[in-house]
């Protein structure tokens, strides 16, 4: 709501300027003249001015964004929303779509009928824009970082990573990590971080749903990266 602007004390209004330019017409008798004089001081009598008590009193102040600065362009509106936000509890639909690592149709389980292997412990990322490299990167309890193709103490894997040297990803940009076999899950603390490790010709933000599976538990959320090397973390613990 954009604030009403007081009236600057001494001000002329636009009333006392008509009838400054009416009441001298181009050849004005002395008579006529003092007359004129006479109603325009009328009228700057009665012009309302701003009391003293308004004048000093402060206008109230509102949080505003961060100044630009020539070093500091203005800040857009993608720039001030969160770069990392839990999303609100899925509204189930009939369906599960797949590659958006979403839990659609809320049954618990990701990607189901997709394809993409699963486990009772799982964490996926999923993003639209096809040449973003976005990392998804995983460490368990142990301190084990979670690398494709190879399986950790705890059980883990990482099954592929996007969008691939050669395109391996084939314009699908998923990347999962996830508790392989019957193995019982690690206890303790899960560090979770999405890295955007180079743009590829896109235009940022970059858009990225992180999902996650701990046994019972289910978390969503939903990533904004903007350069190369701008990196979110979220911890969960099981």
Same mark, same amino acid.
């Given at each position: 709501?954009?604030?009403?602007?007081?009236?600057?004390?001494?001000? $002329? *209004?636009?009333?006392?300027?008509? +009838?400054?330019?009416? /009441?001298? #017409?181009? &050849?004005?008798? @002395? !008579?006529?003249?003092?007359?004129?004089?006479?109603?325009?001081?009328?009228?700057?009598?009665?012009?309302?001015?701003?009391?003293?008590?308004?004048?000093? $009193? *402060?206008?109230?102040?509102?949080? +505003?964004?961060?100044? /630009?600065? #020539?070093? &500091?362009?203005? @800040? !857009?509106?993608?720039?001030?929303?969160?770069?990392?936000?839990?999303?609100?509890?899925?509204?189930?639909?009939?369906?599960?779509?797949?590659?958006?690592?979403?839990?659609?149709?809320?049954?618990? +389980?990701?990607?189901?009928?997709?394809?993409?292997?699963?486990?009772?412990?799982?964490?996926?990322?999923?993003?639209?824009?096809?040449?973003?490299?976005?990392?998804?990167?995983?460490?368990?309890?142990?301190?084990?970082?979670?690398?494709?193709?190879?399986?950790?103490?705890?059980?883990?894997?990482?099954?592929?990573?996007?969008?691939?040297?050669?395109?391996?990803?084939?314009?699908?940009?998923?990347?999962?990590?996830?508790?392989?076999?019957?193995?019982?899950?690690?206890?303790?603390?899960?560090?979770?971080?999405?890295?955007?490790?180079?743009?590829?010709?896109?235009?940022?933000?970059?858009?990225?749903?992180?999902?996650?599976?701990?046994?019972?538990?289910?978390?969503?959320?939903?990533?904004?990266?903007?350069?190369?090397?701008?990196?979110?973390?979220?911890?969960?613990?099981?």
């Amino acid at each position: 709501m954009s604030e009403a602007r007081p009236r600057r004390a001494g001000g $002329s *209004p636009r009333g006392s300027s008509r +009838a400054r330019r009416q /009441a001298r #017409p181009r &050849r004005a008798t @002395p !008579t006529l003249r003092a007359a004129s004089l006479v109603a325009l001081a009328w009228l700057a009598a009665c012009e309302p001015r701003a009391s003293s008590a308004s004048a000093s $009193s *402060p206008e109230p102040r509102v949080a +505003a964004a961060p100044a /630009a600065s #020539p070093d &500091r362009p203005e @800040p !857009t509106d993608a720039e001030l929303e969160p770069s990392l936000r839990e999303l609100e509890p899925c509204l189930p639909v009939d369906y599960e779509i797949c590659f958006n690592a979403l839990d659609d149709n809320c049954n618990g +389980a990701l990607e189901e009928g997709c394809g993409v292997p699963a486990g009772v412990v799982q964490f996926m990322i999923g993003w639209d824009a096809l040449r973003a490299d976005v990392d998804l990167n995983v460490t368990d309890p142990n301190g084990e970082l979670i690398e494709a193709g190879r399986v950790v103490q705890s059980g883990l894997i990482k099954s592929r990573d996007c969008p691939g040297r050669r395109q391996e990803c084939s314009g699908v940009n998923l990347e999962n990590v996830f508790l392989e076999g019957n193995k019982a899950p690690t206890r303790g603390t899960y560090r979770v971080s999405v890295a955007l490790e180079s743009l590829g010709g896109e235009e940022p933000p970059i858009w990225v749903n992180l999902s996650s599976r701990l046994g019972s538990r289910r978390y969503a959320f939903e990533v904004r990266l903007i350069s190369p090397e701008d990196e979110r973390h979220v911890e969960l613990s099981l």
